[in-house]
């Protein structure tokens, strides 16, 4: 299977104009935090948060236990000056304190 095709089970669909994640479907939610990631680094913390959001309502249960997750949410924590009520729900959901 390739990359490109849409039957390929790690297929990421995207939205409208190819800009938000839809659905990461198959074994991907490491690749989303990856792309979460790199939206933090790059101080894209909507789309960081977006990503993490997605994650935390697809898959509770991994969320909880992603390390990876809390570490993306503390980089977009430290250099906000306000935190929204979607940044303290996500921090909540991974225990990181705020």
Known sequence: PS????DWPGW???????RQPLVWQGP??????????AHALLRHDEKAVG???????????WFLRQRY????LAKIIRHRRTLTAEIRD?????????
């Open 12 to 18: 990421l669909r995207l939205g409208p104009e190819g």
């Open 28 to 37: 991907l939610p490491l690749i989303a935090e990856g792309v979460a990631n």
């Open 51 to 61: 990503i993490l959001r997605q994650l935390r309502d697809d898959r509770p249960q």
């Open 3 to 6: 990359p490109t095709r849409p």
């Open 69 to 72: 997750a809390a570490d993306i």
């Open 90 to 98: 996500l921090a909540d959901a991974v225990r990181l304190p705020i």
